[in-house]
């Protein structure tokens, strides 16, 4: 019996397989960009919304201390000893502490350079019903730097809350959310602000340095003094 070629032929030859995988892995390469920057937008998200949420922790303090937001006075109204003033964790443990919060995956940023930590916070920061203070916050559980010093009736506009550092650094991380800074202002509004490719600055309306103290929002003082870091991981 004559069968034909095509009749006899089954599967791909191995140079038509090759094509086949070259397409694929073409196809892809051109999809990882896309895919890439879709995650990035949804940890920028994730990111904003948990600084929302820290703002609002910080509100309630306020509510509860004459308008004043953790500070190294406020410290020692919250715990005996104080709760340390050398990083962010330090005074944003006074959060836990005065009860108004108990969520730690807030202060966290997946990938977070600044918190040095892949690991999330476990949020186990109670034993028998009480606030462990050594439990709360420990290094590399916050990504938020913190500008103390600030009442909830100081300029509106001044930054309150803002992405931590590069860790060991004085320059905020450009790769984190492509040379962009989330920042929380006083007023409670949240966004990404764009950095300036030359210096890696952030500018407000008047083109100076949010923080420089000649920013508007500042009126003279140095908020650089005011900085504080999160408390790295190891």
Do not use: C
């Amino acid at each position: 019996m004559n069968i034909g070629t095509s009749s006899r032929r089954k599967g791909f030859t191995l140079v038509e397989l090759l094509v086949v995988i070259a397409i694929i892995v073409a196809l892809a390469a051109l999809a990882t960009p896309q895919i890439f920057r879709a995650l990035k937008r949804a940890a920028m998200a994730e990111a904003v919304s948990n600084a929302k949420q820290v703002k609002l922790a910080l509100d309630g303090f306020a509510m509860d201390f004459d308008g004043q937001f953790p500070n190294e006075d406020t410290a020692e109204d919250v715990a005996e000893g104080g709760t340390g003033t050398t990083y962010s964790n330090d005074f944003f443990r006074q959060l836990f502490l005065s009860g108004v919060t108990e969520s730690e995956i807030i202060f966290w940023v997946k990938n977070s350079p600044a918190a040095g930590s892949n690991s999330a916070p476990d949020d186990k920061v109670k034993e028998g019903g009480r606030m462990q203070p050594q439990e709360i916050l420990q290094d590399g559980d916050v990504h938020w730097a913190y500008i103390t010093d600030q009442t909830n009736l100081d300029s509106t506009s001044r930054p309150l809350l803002i992405d931590g550092y590069e860790k060991s650094t004085s320059e905020w991380d450009p790769d984190l959310w492509e040379n962009k800074v989330i920042v929380v202002r006083i007023d409670g509004s949240t966004k990404p602000m764009r950095m300036r490719l030359s210096d890696g600055k952030v500018l407000d309306g008047s083109k100076k340095d949010i923080l420089s103290s000649q920013a508007d929002a500042w009126d003279g003082e140095s908020p650089e003094a005011l900085l504080k870091q999160p408390q790295p991981g190891s």
